[in-house]
């Protein structure tokens, strides 16, 4: 599932409330989970993704971050946001068993997982996807919230998307 955001703040978090609140996002830990990613890096992910951890953490949900790949730089504002330590997802390095464990340990005592992508949803190293944000997302069984920078795009992403 693609979720497309282009609106206020006060939309977004009504958004967030409902995969909170979906009972199929549970798998394996019952912790609702969302992805954040976009089409191509700089795109916003983690201005996006701070936002939502800083809000979620004021209104008093505890939430677990998690950044795609084997960053530190983004980990450490997350942490930041969230009240709490991210941890890295990589299923090019931890392998599928690695990235389910490490989901599964950390993000069981937080009523929701928000993961960050890195670069672009669909990229990564192996040609059948299996690393990039899309396979993690697909690991994990989690819906994605897909970053649109639509900088230069005019009326071109509306007119593509409203059928």
């Given at each position: 599932?693609?979720?497309?955001?282009?609106?206020?703040?006060?939309?977004?978090?009504?958004?967030?409330?409902?995969?909170?609140?979906?009972?199929?996002?549970?798998?394996?830990?019952?912790?609702?989970?969302?992805?954040?990613?976009?089409?191509?890096?700089?795109?916003?992910?983690?201005?996006?993704?701070?936002?939502?951890?800083?809000?979620?953490q004021q209104e008093g949900v505890k939430v677990q971050s998690f950044k795609k790949g084997p960053d530190y730089i983004d980990p450490m504002w997350l942490k930041l946001a969230s009240g709490?330590?991210?941890?890295?997802?990589?299923?090019?390095l931890l392998g599928a068993e690695g990235c389910l464990d490490s989901f599964g340990r950390y993000s069981t005592e937080s009523s929701m997982a928000l993961i960050e992508g890195n670069h672009g949803l669909h990229d990564g190293m192996s040609l059948d996807g299996f690393d990039s944000s899309a396979g993690l997302a697909n690991m994990l069984q989690s819906p994605v919230l897909l970053v649109i920078n639509s900088r230069g795009m005019g009326r071109d992403w509306d007119a593509k998307n409203a059928a």
């Open positions: 599932m693609i979720l497309v955001v282009k609106t206020t703040q006060q939309v977004l978090l009504k958004v967030i409330r409902f995969y909170l609140n979906s009972k199929d996002l549970f798998w394996k830990t019952h912790t609702s989970r969302l992805l954040i990613s976009a089409p191509q890096k700089s795109a916003g992910k983690t201005t996006v993704s701070l936002g939502i951890l800083h809000n979620l709490t330590e991210c941890h890295n997802l990589d299923p090019y």
